[in-house]
Structure formats: C-alpha cells, structure tokens
C-alpha cells in the first residue's frame, strides 16, 4: 500500500520560508519521479515542483527562483524548500507520485497560510 505523508506546513508571514516534506512508503522511492502540487481556495490544483528520478528538476514559472525540490533517496522523503513566500502561495500543498495512465499517489496535503 502505498502511502504519502506530508508535513512542514504552518503559517508565516509574507517573506517568511517553510519547508515541507514529504514521506513515501510502499513504492520503490528511487526510481520514482516525485512532484509537488497545491490547490488554493476556488482554485484548480496546480503543480509546483517535480524531481525526476535522476534528480531533474522542473517549476512553473511562479516558483522559479522562490522553491526548491529535492530528494533523499535513502530516507524515501522528497522536500520542497519555500522561500519569499507571498500571500498568493497560500494553499494545500501536496506531494505525488505520477504513475502513467493513471491518477498517481497523492498524499492527504498540508495547509500552507501566508499572510501579508
């Protein structure tokens, strides 16, 4: 069974950084990409980091330069590093696991607020 568990999550202040993590089990976690997705309020969920396998990376261009995606292979936990976090990034942010043809893995989220 294969589980995702996110954490790191709060509240901050406008400028402020956050680090969330992401703790898979169930799937061999080193062949797999990993990515990281949010969804605010009223909003379509979006994506915001993937790592690749090999350790890829790609963002949109509203986190570029702001968040960072990495992976620890050898503790199966994918992170995402939230810098000048702005009020707009307020949301519920998810880590999952893309499997071709299918929904993926999601995790259960984890609130992110940032307040200006």
């Known amino acids: 069974q294969v589980q995702l568990v996110e954490s790191g999550g709060g509240s901050v202040q406008a400028g402020g950084s956050l680090r969330l993590s992401c703790a898979a089990s169930?799937?061999?976690?080193?062949?797999?990409?990993m990515n990281w997705y949010r969804q605010a309020p009223g909003k379509q969920r979006e994506l915001v980091a993937g790592v690749t396998a090999s350790g890829g990376t790609n963002y949109p261009n509203s986190a570029k330069g702001r968040f960072t995606i990495s992976r620890d292979n050898a503790k199966n936990t994918v992170y995402l590093q939230m810098n000048s976090l702005k009020p707009e990034d307020t949301a519920v942010y998810y880590c999952s696991v893309p499997v071709l043809g299918t929904a993926g893995y999601w995790g259960q989220g984890t609130q992110v607020t940032v307040s200006s």
């Open positions: 169930g799937i061999i976690f080193s062949i797999n990409a």
